[in-house]
């Protein structure tokens, strides 16, 4: 999945002309750009005050925020060498304003990252159905791709937390500003800071597991941690419950708090007498093991147990855990897509395996916050066989359309998948402005490449004859 963000800083001006907007691609909602160049140049200074280098012409790109947060996934990054900085800025439909940007550090090649706006709390503000634009600068000429999408992540919760089973899984938290603030789940002794061995709380994410039954002990691993922004640094913490999201005891938690660059690992690392024995081993900047065992006898398997991830100073993580003398998944699931075709909406999935599986439901919503079920979908029970589901909704709304799928056991229990989007809004577009290659306005019938600019903000590169 993907690596990322964010140093925050800020930059406000007072005038810009159309033409550093002019020209701007174009990039909707659930949609990636691959091909995207940074090429060679020199351009004085940078977007954001305090950002190192800086020195290549920028990309601009235009979009319309959508409800609640969004992501700007970068990626399949080659040519930027080791340890260098990217700059962003977001700037207002009428290219006169910037409303915020901010560094990324120590960028290598290969690497992913994540640029985010937040539009329900933060320090700027992206009105959902409003226009904006995106203005991307690195160190060295580099190519890359980029992908926007809606971040609406119910694992911020323990409601909505994801599962871990037997196989190794890729989990990433988010970006700083957008999922978790303050504390929230469903139960009393909720997570402190502390209890995940962190100063503060900005971009948790939740897993969930159970240990088999008659087990003596069980066994996370976690490989591959690679963080970026904030601190560079990942904060774990262990936490049991007699039942779902109920009382919640912090059984240990581990950290690295290395600023962004090698050193020793961690800067902390806790056992609690919970109730269960919890051992670290293996630690390093890139991973560790943790053990469990009960104070006496062995499991029942009824146990519940979270697995919280913050990271450091809103630092944003991949990291891969699997778990050992854990019980398995209900379903592994493959992917959840949801396209767009002519008429209609075509939503799939891809099941791997099912363990208890009562049924699917697939909703759907258009803010991200209330949904409703569109279709039911029985499961296998258990079985081993690869299965593959759709469903084709003509009867979405033309705007955002978001999509879940939420499966659930023949005990009740339930989990949902992470978010797909389809952007189904229509109509033709006003033009406000046509612009040539130097930036100037021209007229419709002007000769060769011009760049047409509409009144939603959105660019549009056309040839005239």
Request: glycine fraction near 12%.
């Amino acid at each position: 999945m993907k690596t990322t963000l964010f140093t925050l800083a800020f930059l406000m001006l007072s005038y810009f002309s159309n033409a550093q907007c002019a020209g701007a691609t174009a990039i909707t909602n659930g949609n990636c750009l691959t091909g995207q160049n940074l090429t060679a140049g020199a351009v004085a200074g940078g977007f954001v005050a305090g950002c190192n280098g800086g020195s290549n012409p920028f990309i601009t790109y235009s979009f319309t925020a959508p409800a609640g947060c969004v992501d700007f996934d970068i990626s399949s990054i080659t040519g930027n060498g080791v340890g260098l900085s990217w700059q962003y800025r977001f700037i207002n439909a009428a290219c006169s304003a910037v409303l915020g940007g901010g560094c990324i550090e120590q960028v290598s090649d290969g690497q992913q990252f994540t640029i985010t706006a937040d539009n329900t709390a933060g320090t700027y503000l992206l009105t959902p159905g409003t226009n904006y634009f995106l203005q991307i600068m690195g160190d060295n000429p580099s190519s890359f791709s980029i992908c926007m999408s809606n971040n609406v992540e119910p694992s911020n919760a323990c409601a909505g937390a994801l599962g871990l089973g037997t196989t190794t899984t890729t989990y990433y938290n988010g970006s700083a500003g957008c999922a978790f603030s303050g504390t929230q789940t469903g139960g009393t002794g909720d997570p402190t800071a502390a209890n995940v061995c962190a100063g503060s709380l900005e971009n948790t994410q939740w897993v969930n597991f159970s240990p088999v039954a008659g087990a003596s002990s069980f066994q996370v691993i976690g490989t591959g941690i690679g963080c970026t922004g904030g601190a560079c640094a990942y904060q774990f913490g262990i936490f049991s419950s007699p039942t779902a999201c109920g009382t919640l005891t912090p059984e240990g938690c581990i950290s690295n708090g290395t600023s962004c660059g090698p050193g020793p690992d961690p800067n902390s690392q806790v056992s609690n007498a919970g109730g269960n024995v919890l051992t670290w081993s293996g630690v390093s900047a890139t991973g560790f093991t943790a053990t469990i065992s009960p104070a006496s006898g062995t499991f029942t398997g009824t146990e519940e147990f979270y697995f919280v991830m913050d990271g450091n100073a809103g630092a944003s993580c991949t990291y891969t855990l699997q778990g050992i003398n854990v019980a398995p998944l209900p379903i592994e699931l493959v992917y959840f897509r949801a396209k767009q075709l002519d008429n209609a909406n075509l939503i799939t999935f891809e099941v791997a395996s099912q363990l208890n599986n009562d049924h699917f439901e697939i909703e759907r919503s258009v803010d991200g916050l209330d949904w409703e079920v569109i279709m039911q979908i029985d499961g296998l029970g258990t079985s081993t066989v690869q299965q593959k589901y759709g469903y084709v909704d003509d009867r979405f709304m033309e705007t955002l359309n978001y999509y879940r799928l939420k499966q659930t056991d023949f005990n009740g229990d339930f989990a949902y998948s992470e978010i797909a989007s389809v952007d189904n809004r229509s109509g033709e577009k006003e033009i406000l402005a046509i612009y040539n290659l130097q930036g100037e306005k021209v007229a419709f019938d002007y000769p060769g490449l011009i760049i047409v600019q509409f009144v939603d903000g959105t660019i549009e590169k056309r040839m005239n004859p």
